[in-house]
């Protein structure tokens, strides 16, 4: 089972998801972007938040319309998004994509990459229209080449980021150590369909890229 969760973020930097539904995808819905699922035509198994950013009537016609509405008060301890990830996280082994996490308010987008290191060790993909964000310890991880991303950056979210190395990639590294500020693996790219990036200590955070020409 796979849990695909939509926040309330500017709908222009959304994918188009009815793109990534199937028969074995459950919708979740946070705050505003409970209307954006319904909006698609899904209907969310479940849809968590405080629904401050939508007007009261609209919160009671979600409420007829969604018994699986859960609403919280405006003042707790976490965000929406965490909400909803601690509740998918407790539902499946299997992969959690967040959508509508990114742009509008900066502070959104840092906290729902914190949740993404708050849960480093299971597969979660934050998207949208531009990139698909996703972090990683140590190991060896295979990248597939997908031309909607062509860009592939590393950036080191722990102190360092000992022995890093990239094979099949324009720019190939072996046993590398990069420290957190640097810069040095921002706009990579794979010349082969698939590659591979290890490393032996530390917290990597991959961004898979494509320029972009929308606007709002």
């Given amino acids: 089972m796979l849990i695909h969760i939509v926040g309330g973020g500017p709908r222009y930097l959304l994918p188009d998801l009815r793109s990534y539904d199937g028969n074995d ?10 209307k954006t699922l319904l909006d698609f035509g899904f209907h ?3 849809a968590f938040g405080d629904f401050d950013s939508l007007p009261s009537e609209e919160v009671a016609r979600l409420q007829k319309m969604l ?12 965000t929406d ?8 996280v407790e539902q499946t082994d299997g992969a959690i994509r967040l959508f509508g996490a ?10 729902n990459v914190e949740l993404l290191l708050k849960y480093a060790e299971r597969p979660i ?4 229209r531009q990139n698909v964000l996703t972090v990683h310890l140590p190991g060896v991880h295979t990248v597939v080449r997908d031309e909607r991303y062509r860009y592939v950056s590393y950036i080191p979210i722990s102190e360092t980021v000992t022995e890093l190395t990239l094979i099949g990639f324009k720019y190939p590294l072996t046993n590398c150590h990069i420290s957190r500020g640097s810069t040095l693996c921002i706009s990579n790219e794979l010349i082969q369909s698939s590659g591979t990036f290890s490393f032996s200590e530390g917290i990597l955070m991959m961004i898979r890229s494509s320029d972009f020409a929308g606007c709002p």
Avoid: C, N, Y
Wanted: hydrophobic fraction near 40%; avoid cysteine; charge should be negative.
């Fill in 25 to 34: 995808v459950q919708w979740v819905g946070v705050d505003r972007g409970t």
């Fill in 125 to 128: 993909e934050l998207i949208d």
């Fill in 44 to 46: 969310p198994v479940r």
């Fill in 67 to 78: 018994p699986e509405l859960d609403i919280w008060p405006s003042e707790k301890d976490k």
């Fill in 102 to 111: 990114t742009g509008g308010r900066l502070d959104h987008l840092f906290g």
């Fill in 81 to 88: 998004m965490e909400i909803a990830l601690d509740w998918a």
